[in-house]
T-cell receptor, first 110, second 114 residues
Framework: QKEVEQNSGPLSVPEGAIASLNCTYSDRGSQSFFWYRQYSGKSPELIMS????GDKEDGRFTAQLNKASQYVSLLIRDSQPSDSATYLC??????????FGAGTRLFVKA | GAGVSQSPSNKVTEKGKDVELRCDPI?????LYWYRQSLGQGLEFLIY????????KSGLPSDRFSAERTGGSVSTLTIQRTQQEDSAVYLC????????????FGNGTRLTVT
C-alpha cells in the first residue's frame, strides 16, 4: 500500500519568514508530486507540481523532490497571512489512484 | 471552461434516510474520485473510477455506501440509511487520467444527518 506522510502541524511562522512543509513517500517508483492548498471551508486547489529530481520555483513557492531520500518539500518565501491554509502533498502514482497525505496546517502570524 | 460541478451544495437529512450526491466532472476527464472530509480532518478516499475499468471501491466505509458512473461522465454517490457519523463534506474530483495528471475538485456537498 503506497503511502504519503506529512506532519499535521500546525506549523506557525511569522509574516515574512520562510515556511517549510515536508512530505515523505513510500513508493520508490514515484516520479512526480503535486502540492495542493486547501483554505478552511474550501476545496483543495493545485498550487505546484514537480516532475523531476531537484527544485522547481514558481513565484514565492519552491517545490523540492529528493528521490534518493524519498521526500518532497514545499518552501514558501515571504510568507503572508493569506498563505494560512492546509497544504496537501499528493503522489499521482503514474496514472493510478492519487495518494494524498493528511495535510499540514500552516498559520502565518501577522 | 466549466469546472467540476457537485449538487446539492448542502443537504440536511434525517437519520435513516437515503441520500444521493451528484458529481459532473470536467468534460473529457476519464478519472473521477469521491472523497469524504470530516471537520478538521484530511481527505478520506472513498472510490475511484478510471475510464471503463472496474472502480476501486476500497475506500467505501460500509455497504451502505455505493457509487456509479454512467456513460463515463456523471457520477452519483448514494448513502443508504444515513447515520450521524456520515455527516461530512463529500468532495468529487476529476482528472484527465493519463500519466500524472492533477485532480480538479468540485466545491463539495456538505451533508448533515440529524
Amino acid at each position: 500500500q503506497k503511502e504519503v506522510e506529512q506532519n499535521s502541524g500546525p506549523l506557525s511562522v511569522p509574516e515574512g519568514a520562510i515556511a517549510s512543509l515536508n512530505c515523505t513517500y513510500s513508493d520508490r517508483g514515484s516520479q512526480s508530486f503535486f502540492w495542493y492548498r486547501q483554505y478552511s471551508g474550501k476545496s483543495p486547489e493545485l498550487i505546484m507540481s514537480i516532475y523531476s529530481n531537484g527544485d522547481k520555483e514558481d513565484g514565492r513557492f519552491t517545490a523540492q523532490l529528493n528521490k534518493a531520500s524519498q521526500y518532497v518539500s514545499l518552501l514558501i518565501r515571504d510568507s503572508q497571512p493569506s498563505d494560512s491554509a492546509t497544504y496537501l502533498c499528493a503522489d499521482p502514482t503514474g496514472g493510478f489512484k492519487t495518494i494524498f497525505g493528511a495535510g499540514t496546517r500552516l498559520f502565518v502570524k501577522a | 471552461g466549466a469546472g467540476v460541478s457537485q449538487s446539492p451544495s448542502n443537504k440536511v437529512t434525517e437519520k435513516g434516510k437515503d441520500v444521493e450526491l451528484r458529481c459532473d466532472p470536467i468534460s473529457g476527464h476519464t478519472a473521477l474520485y469521491w472523497y469524504r472530509q470530516s471537520l478538521g480532518q484530511g481527505l478520506e478516499f472513498l472510490i475511484y473510477f478510471q475510464g471503463n475499468s472496474a472502480p476501486d471501491k476500497s475506500g467505501l466505509p460500509s455497504d451502505r455506501f455505493s457509487a456509479e458512473r454512467t456513460g463515463g461522465s456523471v457520477s452519483t454517490l448514494t448513502i443508504q440509511r444515513t447515520q450521524q457519523e456520515d455527516s461530512a463534506v463529500y468532495l468529487c474530483a476529476s482528472s484527465i487520467g493519463q500519466g500524472t495528471s492533477p485532480l480538479h475538485f468540485g466545491n463539495g456537498t456538505r451533508l448533515t444527518v440529524t
